[in-house]
């Protein structure tokens, strides 16, 4: 377990509505990455960090916006949800170099209606 | 194209028997390879990795996988399942040259046991 929590666990929003999820860590780690979760799909990446104030997209981050002000705390913004979005989201940090592994956190399930 | 590619989506087995998932991937570079569990409403565990050396790896709880360098694999095994191995498998890689450590993942196999 790597110290990872996030929040809300769970949430349910209207299409159109903004949507902040959060993703802190207590080990300060430089590493950290936004998954979404969709059947059949396994786990996307969205955007990851490499620092404070150093984000950069992954494969599905269309619709998505993150923010890094701390090292601590990652967060994902859905400008405006849409139906779409609706999925499982997951936060992960990475240890690095000789050991590089991924730890995950428990998850954020958004439903928009 | 990056990818990984688990070809059993749904797998059921009796207790007892033995399990092998399949894991292809296609990656322009040296990798390195990870097996995650995610047990029904929980995240995902780390079940074993492959970086360099040995190509056959143990894991936790019983499991081990074996690289294939020739053939792009990494199929995870366990000689006798039990029922609480009952999950959703997902392989996963990333490139050991990319600074990033990111992980692309398979579609995931969800493996029932039946008791």
């Known amino acids: 377990d790597a110290g990872i929590t996030q929040s809300p666990r769970h949430k349910v929003t209207e299409t159109g509505t903004p949507v902040t999820l959060r993703c802190h860590q207590t080990e300060n780690h430089r590493y950290m990455y936004w998954y979404r979760q969709d059947p059949g799909h396994g786990l996307r990446l969205i955007h990851y960090s490499y620092g404070v104030k150093d984000t950069d997209k992954g494969e599905v981050s269309d619709g998505y916006s993150v923010s890094r002000s701390k090292t601590e705390d990652f967060l994902l913004t859905l400008e405006s949800a849409t139906s779409s979005q609706t999925s499982v989201y997951f936060c992960?940090?990475?240890?690095?170099?000789?050991?590089?592994?991924?730890?995950f956190g428990p998850g954020t399930r958004l439903t928009v209606t | 194209a990056q990818s990984v590619s688990q070809h059993n989506h749904h797998v059921i087995l009796s207790e007892a028997a033995s399990l092998e998932l399949g894991c292809n991937y296609s990656?322009?570079?040296?990798?390195?390879l990870f097996w995650y569990v995610q047990y029904p409403g929980q995240h995902l565990q780390l079940l074993l990795k492959?970086?360099?050396?040995?190509?056959l790896v143990k894991g936790i709880k019983g499991f081990e996988a074996e690289f294939i360098k020739s053939k792009f694999s990494f199929n995870l095994r366990k000689p006798s399942v039990q029922w609480s191995d009952t999950a959703e498998y997902f392989c996963a890689v990333n490139g050991r040259m990319d600074s990033s450590y990111k992980l692309i993942f398979g579609s995931g196999t969800r493996l029932l046991v039946r008791p």
């Open positions: 990656y322009g570079g040296t990798v390195n």
């Open positions: 992960a940090i990475s240890t690095t170099p000789p050991g590089v592994e991924q730890y």
């Open positions: 492959y970086f360099s050396g040995d190509p």
